[in-house]
């Protein structure tokens, strides 16, 4: 599922990719998509992207093709997009639009060669837009953009119920305060902070409520100790900018791959694993802690080799059904197919029966 750094990953692409682009016409919606219909009656305009969490806004702005005049008074759209579990952009040419394209914005006619379509894709169909609403009031501030902001948000609401009785593990899945952060970022912070998952994170927040806003250099040259887990938040999602691509929601995990081999925890095969009481898995190592849900269970990663085996064993179960079915088919076909065989010592009472 796409996090905080994969939209604000998406937000670059798509303001990198359509720098320059001029856009017209109508907006394209898919037929089976439930999102509203997008009306904007403007001949050209252009598009720029921002994200803030798990939230990401087109901006769509009037623009004049005559050179050196400007619109005096631009109208302007803002879109605001979650991203499900599998949302993502894509720009390709008019003739090669991705198969699970659900909203589509075409590049003017004669402004490039070919025609250019920015595509918001979602094969799973969770992705969610609205047109001209203000970010989600029930999300917090991104640790990203505005790491401040967010830490103050946390500290300054630690008395608030949502942070007492609940495991570090659920807590840091309230967007409300922890807005972009998901399962593998979660895991990977309290991996490297070596906290159970379970522990009380009224207990863990508080040790950090007073602490400095950033990291201080203990020695000159020294590398900052990045043992607060708020500050950490920020910085874990830093790290993922810097990787080529975060996490790929078409393929999973990457084989080889630069997000693949930065992950410590998150699916490791030799990690620990139970599921929170939102059903969710967290992975860590070393004890859960003490509010481990009565019904948590233990999930196996979903290797290459088990998806190969599932499907084979979904395959075969097919075939042994299909073959019970047509065995049952046949065994109540069968009485009605054969002829009557009726036991020799009543042939000759029919006979007479018969006869008389």
């Known amino acids: 599922m796409p996090e905080g750094p994969e939209l604000h990953l ?9 720098k320059g682009l001029i856009f ?8 089976v998509s439930k999102n509203p219909t997008i009306q904007w009656d403007v001949p050209f305009y252009t598009i720029t992207a921002e994200s803030r969490g798990k939230e990401m806004k087109l901006w769509l702005e009037e623009y004049s093709l005559l050179e050196g005049k400007q ?11 979650r991203f499900g579990m599998s949302g993502c952009f894509k720009l390709s040419s008019i003739d090669e639009i991705p198969k699970h394209s ?39 501030p991104c640790p990203i953009r505005d790491y401040e902001n967010f830490r103050n948000n946390i500290v300054n609401n630690l008395e608030n119920p949502a942070f007492k009785n609940k495991a570090i593990c659920e ?4 967007q409300r305060y922890f807005n972009g952060i998901g399962n593998y970022l979660r895991a990977e912070i309290l991996f490297r902070l070596k906290i159970a998952p379970f522990d009380d994170a009224y207990n863990v927040l508080c040790d950090w409520k007073h602490a400095a806003m950033y990291p201080i250099k203990t020695e000159k040259g020294a590398a900052p100790s990045n043992q607060d887990p708020l500050y950490l938040c920020h910085a874990i999602c830093s790290e993922v900018l810097k990787l080529s691509g975060g996490y790929d929601v078409e393929t999973g995990l990457k084989e080889n791959g630069s997000f693949e081999k930065w992950l410590q925890c998150y699916q490791n095969p030799h990690m620990k694993s139970l599921t929170d009481r939102n059903k969710r898995t967290i992975w860590f190592d070393g004890e859960p802690g003490p509010l481990i849900p009565n019904n948590s269970n233990t999930r196996r990663p979903k290797t290459k080799r088990r998806i190969v085996e ?32 009726r036991s020799p010592r009543f042939v000759h009472v029919l006979e007479v029966k018969e006869v008389g």
């Open 102 to 140: 659900h909203l589509r914005f075409f590049t003017a006619k004669n402004s490039v060669d070919p025609m250019q379509v920015l595509s918001f894709v979602d094969f799973r169909r969770f992705g969610k837009w609205e047109v001209n609403v203000d970010w989600g009031s029930d999300r917090g």
């Open 310 to 341: 599932n499907v084979v064993e979904k395959s075969v179960t097919k075939v042994k059904a299909r073959k019970q079915n047509i065995v049952a088919e046949s065994s109540e076909l069968r009485p009605s197919s054969r002829p009557t065989r």
């Open 24 to 31: 017209s016409g109508e907006i394209h919606k898919s037929d």
């Open 10 to 18: 998406s937000s670059l692409f798509v303001n990198k990719s359509v």
């Open 71 to 81: 619109v005096m008074h631009p109208q302007k759209m803002s879109i605001l997009f």
């Open 171 to 174: 807590v840091l899945l309230n």
